[in-house]
């Protein structure tokens, strides 16, 4: 055991000798713990107040009990102190106050070779700092991170094409933490809503900020299906309500509304900053009688199966009404009304007519504009 020990410096003592004893009583006259028991060695004992001590072993075996004492002299010396948390400062040229003050110290040096309690930390590293006063000492360690400032740099304002989604990303070097406006906590987040967007960035006492305004940009009307108008008729395609970018016909700018004379493909491209749109319908054109643009067969075969073994009119945006069939002496042999499709079969009462020339007439209706049209068709066998 030692003679000495410095104010708060631990101690470690065991008791000697061969063989175990039955029990081991211990005390520390002003130490911290005062007394222990049921342990041959112990440690980490300390004393806050200098003086002589004297230090009792009572060791017992059976009926057998036996006290040892040893002189202890506890040195005045510097206060236990604390330079505080490692701490990260922002900025080229911060500094940092660091305070070792304690009790009793006389003396006081820096592992930078520096003297004296207070000073100040202005680069990043360890600072370790011990504080004596002659035979015994004190030391602590903290250590400083100085960073430049954070620079958190989110796109320009941008925009959200119909109903995507976008990514705004705020990743910052060294940042440990950040918070949208809206509470999101992640450093990359989905946008789907119009908006600002402001984030800032953090790392201890450090932090940063920027915003971005996110704008919507609707998706255009659709253009309609392919279609089969009449020859010579126009047919006006438009873009809807969003007329802002670029708009593209076919290749070449152009305006919200597009007028297509020919048969073939329109395609249509709209762009507004990052935002594309693609489009197209095929146009067919057909010979129109009556102003109707639509196709009846002029022969069919009923006898057969596939497609030509039923009489049927055809059209885009086409809608039959009634169909009639008759022979060439005017007696009627087959009739439907408002029923989708309107065909016919070729029979007539469960029979199937002799080949030859027959004639329809049918209402139809097709965009918003009704009448009657007529032709022949040949059955053959």
Not at 100 to 122: F, I
Not at 139 to 168: A, F, H, K, S, Y
């Amino acid at each position: 055991m030692p003679e000495e020990v410095c104010l708060y410096q631990p101690i470690f003592v065991t008791a000697t000798g061969n063989g175990q004893a039955d029990n081991y009583q211990w005390k520390f006259p002003g130490g911290l713990p005062a007394a222990l028991s049921g342990v041959k060695s112990v440690g980490g004992i300390t004393f806050d107040t200098p003086g002589d001590t004297t230090i009792s072993l009572v060791v017992k075996n059976g009926f057998c009990q036996d006290t040892f004492d040893a002189a202890l002299k506890v040195l005045p010396g510097p206060l236990p102190f604390s330079l505080g948390p490692d701490t990260v400062v922002c900025g080229t040229g911060a500094l940092v106050k660091l305070d070792a003050s304690a009790g009793e110290a006389q003396q006081y040096e820096w592992s930078d070779g520096m003297t004296g309690p207070v000073r100040t930390a202005d680069g990043t590293g360890d600072y370790i700092v011990t504080a004596s006063t002659g035979a015994c000492i004190a030391t602590d360690t903290i250590r400083i991170q100085v960073l430049d400032n954070l620079n958190v740099m989110l796109p320009g304002d941008t925009t959200i094409c119909g109903i995507d989604t976008i990514w705004l990303d705020a990743t910052t070097p060294n940042a440990e933490s950040y918070r949208w406006s809206d509470g999101v906590e992640t450093a990359r987040r989905a946008v789907t809503e119009q908006g600002y967007y402001a984030v800032t960035a953090f790392l201890g006492n450090c932090s940063a900020s920027d915003f971005v305004a996110v704008n919507p940009f609707p998706s255009p009307a659709s253009l309609p299906s392919d279609t089969l108008i009449c020859a010579g008729e126009p047919l006006v395609l438009r873009v809807g309500n969003s007329v802002a970018g670029e708009i593209y016909w076919n290749g070449e700018p152009g305006y919200a509304e597009f007028e297509f004379a020919g048969t073939g493909w329109v395609r249509r491209v709209v762009e507004y900053r990052k935002c594309r749109f693609e489009d197209s319908i095929y146009v067919y054109r057909a010979d129109c009688r009556d102003g109707f643009a639509y196709f009846a067969p002029n022969v069919f075969a009923p006898y057969s199966s596939g497609e030509n073994a039923f009489f049927e009119i055809f059209g885009v945006d086409l809608e039959v009404l009634t169909l009639q069939v008759y022979d060439r002496w005017g007696n009627m042999l087959h009739s439907v009304k408002n029923e989708n499709p309107a065909r016919w079969d070729g029979r007539v009462q469960d029979r199937l007519p002799d080949p030859g020339v027959y004639i329809w007439v049918a209402q139809i209706k097709q965009r918003n504009r009704s009448g009657w049209i007529s032709g022949d068709v040949l059955i053959v066998r």
